[in-house]
């Protein structure tokens, strides 16, 4: 992909989650959740399954390609930086559907795994 990244960062999808999305480690919960949404804009369940935890990850995903998702929200971080084990990122993604504006309000829960990379564990 060429141009801006879905998750907003302001930055090309090359410098930004590219390298995430082609297996570079996230340096902290936040990246790896701005690279999630971007995997989910741009249909990559490998990814989304990849960077889920064993424990809470499912055999598969169906993503529903009449979703576009178009703009993402960070509200807030808690912890999550490159020295601790355990992060949370508030935030709101914005979607449309074939019926209509969807926003989808999330505080994920994300932690290191075995090799000490950020995984998505869960949210509420």
């Given at each position: 992909?060429?141009?801006?990244?879905?998750?907003?960062?302001g930055v090309d999808?090359?410098?930004?989650?590219?390298?995430?999305?082609?297996?570079?480690?996230?340096?902290?919960?936040?990246?790896?959740?701005?690279?999630?949404?971007?995997?989910?804009?741009?249909?990559?369940?490998?990814?989304?399954?990849?960077?889920w935890a064993r424990?809470?990850?499912?055999?598969?995903?169906?993503?529903?390609?009449?979703?576009?998702?178009?703009?993402?929200?960070v509200e807030r971080?808690?912890?999550?930086?490159?020295?601790?084990?355990?992060?949370?990122?508030?935030?709101?993604?914005?979607?449309?559907?074939?019926?209509?504006?969807?926003?989808?309000?999330?505080?994920?829960?994300?932690?290191?795994?075995?090799?000490?990379?950020?995984?998505?564990?869960?949210?509420?």
């Amino acid at each position: 992909m060429t141009g801006p990244c879905p998750c907003g960062r302001g930055v090309d999808y090359d410098s930004c989650c590219g390298p995430l999305h082609a297996g570079e480690a996230a340096p902290t919960a936040e990246r790896l959740m701005r690279s999630r949404y971007s995997a989910f804009a741009l249909g990559d369940e490998a990814y989304l399954l990849a960077s889920w935890a064993r424990a809470t990850r499912p055999a598969t995903l169906d993503l529903d390609e009449d979703t576009q998702w178009l703009r993402l929200f960070v509200e807030r971080v808690e912890a999550g930086g490159p020295f601790d084990d355990e992060g949370f990122v508030t935030f709101t993604a914005i979607a449309r559907e074939p019926a209509g504006r969807v926003e989808l309000r999330e505080r994920s829960r994300f932690a290191r795994d075995n090799s000490r990379r950020w995984v998505y564990v869960d949210g509420e």
